[in-house]
């Protein structure tokens, strides 16, 4: 299913998310398909991707067990996915 091009991220969410993970531009370049060089120029400001683009950032992070927060008043973000199979408490790799 293509991913929803609604649903964004922000360059520092893209930083933070690419820290808890663990992933190298390069792991971000392969997992989500898209060119190391949108996501270093991205990443610095010096471009906004197209909406497809970062909806497939996005997607790459979420199918890693990362939920990406809207900015909603409360402020964007990153943070693990909530487990409920293990009674609420964040995923994190072992």
Do not use: H
């Not at 190391?36 to 991205?42: G, Q, S």
């Not at 990362?66 to 943070?79: H, S």
Request: hydrophobic share 35%.
């Amino acid at each position: 299913m293509p991913p929803d091009t609604k649903k964004s991220v922000q360059a520092d969410q893209c930083r933070a998310a690419r820290a808890l993970l663990g992933w190298s531009q390069d792991d971000l370049e392969r997992e989500a398909g898209v060119a190391k060089k949108t996501i270093a120029d991205f990443e610095r400001g010096a471009r906004t991707p197209y909406p497809r683009t970062l909806a497939d950032i996005r997607s790459a992070f979420e199918r890693a067990g990362l939920e990406v927060i809207d900015p909603n008043g409360g402020g964007a973000g990153v943070r693990w996915r909530e487990n409920p199979a293990n009674g609420g408490a964040n995923e994190q790799p072992a």
